[in-house]
Structures are given as C-alpha cells and as structure tokens.
DNA sequence: TACCTGACCTAAT
DNA sequence: GATTAGGCCAGGT
C-alpha cells in the first residue's frame, strides 16, 4: 500500500493537537481549520486513529462538536477526567465549557 | 473499479 | 432548539 495520507498533512495535525493545554478539548472542526482545511474535520479524525504511528499526541482531547468522545475507546473518558475536563454524561464532555480557545 | 462507511462540520429549514 | 441536506476525503470490501 502506498502513502496512507500526505505527511505534511499529518504533521501539522499533529503539531496542533499537541498545543492543546491539559484540561482543554478541541474539536474535529476546530483543528481542521487551523490546517487549512475547515471542511476535511473526517481526515483529522482518520488521522487521530492512525496518530499512534507517528509518535504520541493527546488524541484523547479531540472531541466532535457535541463533545462526544471516541465510540469504544473507554481510556479516553478516564484521561479527561484526570485532567479535570468537566464531563457531561459518561462519554460526553461538557464542550461548552471545556473548548480549547485559540 | 465502484460503492459504502466513517473518531465530522456547517448552514439551512 | 432539533432535524435535514450537502460537502469533503480516504479506507475497506
């Protein structure tokens, strides 16, 4: 299989999840954004589940719009509370209050 | 090769 | 405030 996606792609990505404080959650939307790409939040996500190839990055502050966290990844609740994100539901976060603000 | 699905978003109704 | 429709890209089957 070829190149999965455009590295430089994934780099940025990356370098911007690794900006996001502790304590804070950004979304999909969000990142894609800042990468110029406002509309492709689905390759930062396709990123996300492939960022552990590249080295570790809190993929776990990465959140949809709604603040819904990751379906079947428990861990990811349990990292947030530690840091003190506000969780609405079990896996919900209180985005609201707990959104990354550039 | 073609179609469907997905860690999604925004705008419009 | 909730639901629908449209858009974008890559992987998997």
Not at 32 to 38: D, K
Not at 49 to 62: D, L, N, Q, T
């Amino acid at each position: 299989m070829a190149r999965i996606l455009d590295e430089a792609l994934i780099y940025e990505i990356l370098s911007v999840v690794e900006e996001i404080p502790e304590g804070k959650v950004a979304t999909y939307g969000q990142i894609a954004r800042l990468i110029g790409r406002e509309r492709n939040a689905r390759l930062v996500g396709r990123v996300m589940s492939m960022a552990e190839f590249y080295g570790s990055y809190p993929c776990h502050r990465v959140v949809n719009h709604a603040g819904r966290l990751v379906p079947g990844w428990d861990m990811q609740g349990v990292l947030l509370e530690d840091e003190g994100v506000v969780m609405k539901k079990e896996d919900y976060v209180d985005i609201k209050r707990c959104q990354w603000k550039i």
